[in-house]
């Protein structure tokens, strides 16, 4: 009995060690699967952050997008030379655009349609193959500060292009301003100016003294009537008729062309815009006029005494 006992006891604990070793190998395969799944998620983790270095990326894009719309030389419309740049923007960094040129005194003019370009630390760049005169190069456009300049590098002008004309050069430009009715950034001149300020401004008018057909006749006038030299001539009234009363007699020795421009000096004065385009080249050449009213916002009741007077005299001899 005590040996059958003593076997059962033998038998019984061998039992409990071999469910002792099960259970710490059960144990073992299970903290090994979570330290499994552990790795797993660890990796599956790492998948949102590439994703918010991936969403970090796009909101680092600057937008250019204020820039959209018209840009000019000075800021003013394009009347008769100039620069005319046009772009829009897409996705905040994706330029399309066109850019125009044009040159009153040769009748010329240039464009460089479908421009397109991604818009990379405020640069971009976009080459073309034609620019109207089958001129090719590469435009450097670099937005700043508010403002846009357009370089043109590696320019090559056609064999077939005899004029020299084309978009090539530097061009800076300011935001379009279409009220402005003073396109050419012109200023009036006064007494304390110095000769290199008349220079500068006498030269900024020059495509208006060209494009004026009767200007060679003013001139003559101005220096062998008024002994004006030089200068002088571009920045003399014809008569003060804002200061002083005049009769028909006075003007009996002036051809009509003088008559016809004292009279509209007269408006001038007030910076009057002509729609003539003979007299409005003509007083855009003279510097102390400024434009400034366009004629269905202009009021005459800015005329003086003397002005109202002179102006029925002139207006009566002009019709003659």
């Not at 000075?74 to 046009?86: H, K, M, Q």
């Not at 016809?260 to 385009?277: M, S």
Request: hydrophobic share 30%; charged share 30%; net charge negative.
């Amino acid at each position: 009995m005590k040996i059958k006992s003593l076997k059962s006891v033998v038998l019984m604990l061998s039992l409990l060690a071999i469910m002792g070793l099960a259970g710490c190998t059960k144990k073992e395969d299970v903290n090994n699967q979570n330290k499994g799944e552990n790795i797993v998620q660890e990796d599956e983790y790492e998948e949102p952050q590439d994703n918010q270095e991936e969403a970090a990326d796009v909101e680092s894009i600057e937008d250019y997008s204020s820039y959209e719309g018209k840009w000019t030389l000075d800021g003013a419309p394009v009347i008769d030379s100039g620069a005319l740049l046009t772009i829009t923007i897409k996705n905040g960094n994706e330029l399309e655009g066109d850019l125009f040129t044009c040159q009153n005194i040769s009748d010329r003019e240039a464009e460089i349609e479908n421009i397109s370009g991604t818009i990379v630390d405020g640069e971009c760049s976009y080459y073309f193959t034609d620019d109207g005169w089958e001129g090719s190069g590469t435009l450097l456009i670099h937005l700043d500060n508010d403002k846009i300049s357009v370089e043109v590098i590696d320019y090559v002008m056609a064999d077939t292009n005899l004029t020299g004309y084309g978009i090539s050069g530097t061009y800076n430009f300011v935001r379009l301003d279409e009220a402005n009715n003073n396109p050419y950034n012109l200023k009036k001149y006064n007494n304390d100016w110095s000769y290199e300020q008349i220079q500068e401004e006498i030269d900024k008018r020059q495509q208006f003294r060209d494009g004026c057909f009767f200007y060679k006749e003013f001139t003559d006038y101005m220096e062998t009537k008024r002994n004006c030299v030089d200068y002088e001539v571009a920045c003399s009234y014809l008569y003060d008729t804002d200061k002083q009363y005049y009769t028909a007699d006075d003007f009996s020795g002036d051809s009509w062309l003088i008559i016809h421009l004292a009279k509209n000096e007269i408006y001038a004065r007030h910076g009057y815009i002509f729609t003539d385009p003979d007299v409005y080249d003509f007083f855009m050449s003279q510097l102390w006029y400024i434009p400034e009213v366009k004629p269905e916002d202009f009021d005459d009741s800015v005329f003086n005494e003397y002005e109202k007077a002179n102006l029925q005299i002139l207006s009566r001899l002009d019709d003659i």
